[in-house]
């Protein structure tokens, strides 16, 4: 790597490194939004806005819905990535890195970059070293993906990052890491999703959940799925709503037909998003047949009021997932 070049970039990351960092924090734009909610045709117009006024999660997300819809690395998805790796976003720079075992490659269309895919993999792992040494566990998580060394992985749980503290859990459910006693292993499993879970991630809460059921711990159950649904998760949602409206097997959840049915009429504006749009056309006539006139129309107020006072629905799609 030349070394003005080098410089040269890294002011540029130094610049922008702090605006990065906070716009995380805030909540995600309409684009993104809808991109989590795996509506990738309706995302990309609000993305390609978003994209053109400088906002960087956005650049990476208008390359990500390009990167899927084509099923290769376009020129524009590129481009996108490009904007923002430019700008400090170490995730563009990991898409951008692994161009080289894109789809393109084989077609031997990718278009011009100024770095190579190995030079942009450099780049990744500089940066999230440097943000590791300040304490990042996101970008501890980061290096994980880029090494592929598990003490990353643990590291970034250690120190608190959700996503990590789930992919562990998850890691050692398949039957990763070494433990002497299979307890010891069920221990650590019930650890790091309970982390994952107490530190806000949504999949982590279900996961928790799930292990509550295997302990006879319905209370807790019932807790972390009525917790998931309060976040947005799709898949919260939807168990919830279908152990409030009396879908067998219940757990004990309290009956209440009303949520249920609003929380199942929200679901509808997945038209187009994954699968779950089919499970609720399924589900809500079987909690309607319950309900009266008056039951109903609460209920259709309730479904506006709480998709006013809760997060926007979401799957959760991992950042870096394919």
């Excluded at 982590?204 to 947005?232: C, P, Q, T, V």
């Excluded at 809500?284 to 709480?306: G, Y």
Aim: aromatic letters at 12%; glycine letters at 8%.
């Amino acid at each position: 790597m030349k070394p003005l070049t080098y410089l040269l970039f890294v002011s540029l990351f130094t610049l922008y490194e702090t605006s990065f960092a906070i716009e995380r924090e805030q909540a995600p734009s309409s684009g993104v939004v809808l991109y989590n909610q795996l509506k990738l045709d309706a995302a990309f117009p609000a993305l390609k806005k978003e994209a053109l006024s400088g906002d960087i999660e956005s650049q990476y997300y208008l390359g990500e819905v390009l990167r899927k819809r084509n099923r290769y690395m376009t020129p524009d998805a590129q481009k996108a990535y490009e904007e923002s790796a430019k700008k400090g976003n170490i995730y563009s720079m990991i898409r951008l890195g692994e161009a080289d075992q894109d789809l393109c490659t084989i077609m031997k269309n990718c278009s011009f970059t100024e770095h190579s895919p190995e030079e942009w993999t450099n780049k990744a792992k500089i940066f999230a070293t440097e943000q590791a040494s300040k304490g990042s566990a996101e970008s501890m998580y980061l290096l994980w993906g880029i090494t592929g060394n598990d003490d990353w992985l643990e590291k970034s749980a250690e120190g608190g990052f959700a996503l990590a503290q789930f992919r562990l859990a998850t890691k050692y459910q398949e039957g990763g890491g070494t433990f002497l006693l299979p307890s010891r292993r069920s221990d650590a499993i019930e650890k790091w999703m309970k982390a994952s879970a107490e530190n806000g991630y949504p999949p982590g809460m279900m996961g928790y959940a799930a292990s509550r059921i295997e302990k006879n711990d319905l209370s807790s159950f019932r807790f972390w799925n009525e917790k998931a649904a309060a976040s947005g998760y799709v898949s919260g949602v939807f168990g919830y709503a279908l152990y409030i409206g009396g879908i067998e097997p219940t757990y004990g959840f309290t009956f209440d037909p009303v949520t249920s049915y609003a929380l199942l009429t929200n679901l509808l504006e997945l038209n187009g998003g994954g699968n779950m749009i089919n499970n609720v056309t399924d589900t809500l006539p079987e909690v309607e047949k319950s309900m009266s006139k008056e039951q109903i129309a609460e209920a259709k107020k309730l479904a506006k009021t709480w998709k006013s006072t809760h997060p926007p629905l979401s799957f959760y799609p991992e950042k870096l997932g394919y």
